[in-house]
């Protein structure tokens, strides 16, 4: 512990467990799924109250419009809730980018809505991980920066969206936005029960494939229709023939058709990309679109590919190695093991590491089980990962990178 100076050793006395278990709890106590919007609209308030304890500017962002394919092929438009962005000292000489997200996959429905104390040291509840302990590890961490003469060297955005759940289609724009100038990012998803955190993620892309056929009778006339289903199903397994190392291809829906007697005029093909590196990304982008022409032609059906990839892979940069490191030079000097994997799982850290932007993306509790109704909270890892991060920040702030 020697390694700590005066300074960050009278930051780190600042952080204090109590209060950020007590956010987590009353924040976890208020649903946000993605799709409820009066919910976020609750969580964002209070969030907004919470982080006018830092010394910046807190608004809330508009939505970008988002859109989805429904299962007869017309484009809706779908609701999501405001963003929460504070800015602090946008003239400081280090920059940096804190993200987080308020929603939580547990629609306003689930029966999954009460906290649970499982042991002393565990704490069941919706998003207890996921990442509302998350928030209150990384708004505890800045108050705890923001007591020190350090601070004055360090501006910072912090963005909390509302749609991250569901592949941050209206936040995508503003995280991209947000991150440009900055040194570095840190973004608060749980880390693993053992405090491992996540290194080079895969991305993700989905598709909906509208095909358009001609309706005929199937018994007086098949030959002049046009069978979108058939058209859809020769697409799936053409796309699904792509699949290999780095990247797999999931055919998930075929919505469409109707009687029996009648040769389908209409189909739409869901699929998921999960590409392993850029270049498999951009490989599948283009066999898409070659499939697509393909079967056109050869189906005589209109094909109209609606999507794209949300989530472009995140590989370990320079950088990002750069700023792993300094985190686990920061864990060591407070008693803290800290390594990093690969995973097949994806969030904001891709579109922010998509941008250039050095990024550690597990910045949060050790939890446990998330998406489902067994979600548990490490409560003692609140403190833990609180100090990691105004270490980490402090020697950010002395210029680390
Ligand atoms: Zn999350």
Redesign the pocket.
Known sequence: MTALNSTEQSVLDQIEQAPMLDRTMAWAKINSGTKNLQGLAAMAQQLGDAFSALPGEVELVQPDPVETMEPDGTIQQLNRGRHLVTTVRPGAPVQLLFT??MD?VFPAESDFQELHWREDNILNGPGVA??KG?IAVMLHALMAVESSAAKDRIGYQIMINSD??VGSGSSAALIARLAQGKTAALTY??ALPDGTLAGARGGSGNYSIKIGGRNAHAGRNPRDGRNAIVAAADLALRLKALMRDGLSVNPAKIDGGGANNVVPDHAILRINFRPEHPRDQQEAEEALERACAAIALEHEVTVQPHGGFGRPPKPLSEGAEKLFGLVKRSGADLGLDIGWRATGGV?DGNNIADCGIPVVDTM?VRGDA?HSADEILIVDSLAERARLSALTVLRLAEGAL
Do not use: A, Q, V
Request: charged share 30%; net charge negative; aromatic share 0%.
């Open positions: 987080g997200h939580t996921d990442m998350g991250e759940e998803e749980p969030c949060g998330i």
